[in-house]
């Protein structure tokens, strides 16, 4: 299957143009908004964020009637340990971002959009700024584009390093200038987002897929994965395996299908003990039961865990789990912004019961009290970081238990990783 | 108008009402820290989660709308397993330092605590986060930021009653901890008001602290005397001493009560409070201060002058128009205060700094006399030889009275109220001590209550009145404060 949105020699306007780009704004820009957002729905697109929620659907939210400006956002804060996509997807294919924003743009009616980029990203912000110029200087972006009448301004503002501000209302507070932090919802960003007016939010890897689903239209694109989750996805491999990286596939691909044929299976020695599929706050797999498992929304839902970001972290046989449940605490206790109780309290004693266990000063309490501080900030806070630290604790305290055990009774469940320690 | 069922008990409200108004309407009491009636809604302490049908998570009260047909269960399992986890999460990091906490005994986390939890900690205690103790903030406050619970109560106070928004929480997680924003002091004139927000010790009164274990204190409601607004207020006080003036939220005048109403309790037990009378400086016993007063007055009976004042009740200027009527059968008084009033900050604090102009106003619709300008007038000429008034009226007159060289008598219920060249000064019960009338500036007519007792010897200020007048040979028949209102109020 040809790749949609990671291609080569597309990097400058000149590849981009060359290979058709921006025939699809063209396009777009003769059709009426409301008939690019069916366009849209009809793809079966769904945000590639995490939460995967329809895109057509979430710009239908914004209101009809709504006078005054109105706001599109690209998250392109991409901070889940483990996912590395957005940033591909940048440095390789920029325009098909830019282009997807100026349709996006042209279908909410919006005036101006914002790229809202991790902070570490500095190249990549530069690079968005340089083709966003050159963008302009053909007419695609700005004013009157491509004499259309449709009017939209692109900017790049660059995160300050919080993780938090990935959630999108925490980035609609930063880049407002606030301290980043979630709003309470309702109102959702549709209603009142970006400076109080309508605002859709995507991800990057959402909107560069637009151009293509305009091109070749939505049941192309649906025809594509899934039923339910429709056309592909960037899947970010980390971990022993012999080509970790950035890889576009169908959604519904087997996990074994990626590992095996796509990243040349495991380094030689290694054996797989366990997989997170979608990013760190995911839900872990037992090595047989990611073995089983096909990457898309539903069927992951199904295994137990979550698509989320589409970041694979593949964990050998050898690397202690307890230890490993410590960095992601020791993570997640750092970037909760500390508004919600549970989270603000509920991190940081997690982290310290896992210092416990790691340190060998951890009872068999111990292992009690961390499932049920990660249970008691479970679906009970503003925003989903409590739950992104919770999910990991409980699905590594039930499948793995025996390693918080033998923690607890003062041994390493890992003895031969200890010197990886 | 949404009409909603709340444990089993169904209610018609006004459409954008909350599922925490709503329960409270039906007298259900969710739990809550960082609500607050009079302040935006932040939705962060989670402990007022309750369960909506057809909702698959817990939803916060305070920030979800009632909406037609929706059904809410506040005690449930899950909703009580919910606070239990939330009240375990705050307390994992507070220092438990109740014993020397002013806030103990009216403190949201002891009893929310009793209330729903009663569980035992599992924190170890070397593992809690430490945070700044003591912390002066203003000339009024100290920050605790250990038992702080970061509802961001006093932040948004700042930002939206004050709108001097010093506060903010600094860094995150369970780093976060409130301080002043850069350069920003806490002096806003309101500041007090953040220690009643608190829900916890975190904020707690200077004034107040370590003064009194808030379980023995007596509540009085009363009002508050500082300008003309006239704010309720309740009076904390135990065995004879105040300890605090708190606001008494009511919908006509105030939520909130200024940093300065505040503190006026603090004139009832100053050190110069005065129990005795004075003459030309020196302290003299109140009978002979009273005699000497009614002759000094006698002998000028034919140029004999009476001011009331903004300063006392209507009671006490009516005890001060029939001095001047029927003792000394003089027209030359006046009750004719006019000061400018109205809110001047927006908030509380009035333009007018006297609590009774309109009720001194009353007290010239039924008694008549001269208007303010025509007795400074005959004050200043030397027509009037002696003006009887109390001491912070007396000062309206300063420059008159230099002029004319009257002898000057007022009431005072401290020394350091007597005008200079007083000659003769009489103390008198205030209004944390005696009952009065006050009319506030939008003419809401409000009694205070005493809370405490006067000083030894020393009565009100219409009694004194009535002693007055017997020691000049006439009686006025004063016997009750409600005897001096008769046909004023």
Redesign the interface.
Known sequence: MENILLKDKVESLEGYFAAGGYRPLKKALAMKPAEITEEVKRSGLRGRGGAGFPTGLKWSFIPKDAQGPRYLVCNADEGEPGTFKDRELMLKNPHALIEGMAIAGYAIGAGAGYIYIRGEFAAEADLLEREIFAARGKGFIGSNILGSGFSFELYVHRGAGAYICGEETALLESLEGFKGQPRLKPPFPAVKGLFGAPTVINNVETLAAVPAIIEKGGAWYASIGTPKSAGTKLFCVSGPVNKPGVYELPLGVSFKELLEKHCGGLKAGVRLKAVIPGGSSTPVLTAAEAMAAALDYESLAAAGSMLGSGAVIVIPEGQCMVKLLQVLARFYHHESCGQCTPCREGCGWIEKILNRLEEGRGTARDIETLYSAADGMLGRTICPLADAMAMPVMSFVKKFREEFEAHAAGRCCAPEAAGKH | MPKLTIDGKTLEVAKGTTVLEAAQQLGVHVPRYCYHPKLS???????C?VEVEKS???L?AC?TEAAEGMVVHTATEKVK??RR??L???L??HPLDCPVCDQAGECGLQDYYMEHSRAKS??PAE?K?RRQKRRPLGPHLVLDNERC??CTRCVRFCAEVTKTAELE?M??????FIDLKEGRALDNGYSLNIADVCPVGAWTSRDFRFKQRVWFLKKTPTVCLGCATGCLTEVHHNEGAIYRVMPRPNAETNTWLCDAGRMVYKAVQAGDRLAKGVIKNGLIELEPALRETASRIDENHAAAAVLGSPWLSVEDNAALARLAKDALKTENFSFDFNAEQGIKDGILINKDPAPNAAGARRVKAACGGLSFGELAAKVASGAVKVLVTEARAAALLKNELKAGGARLIVFAANRSEIPQGAYATLPYANYFETPGTFVNFQGLERRTVPAVAAPEGVRPLWAMVNRLAVYSGTSLHLDSAEAALKGIL
């Open positions: 809604v932040s939705g962060n302490c989670r402990m989660l698959p998570k817990l916060t920030s397993a919910a986890d939330v375990e999460y705050l994992l990091n599992r924190f593992d986060v619970i970061l929480v860094e995150r997680g369970d780093r976060s």
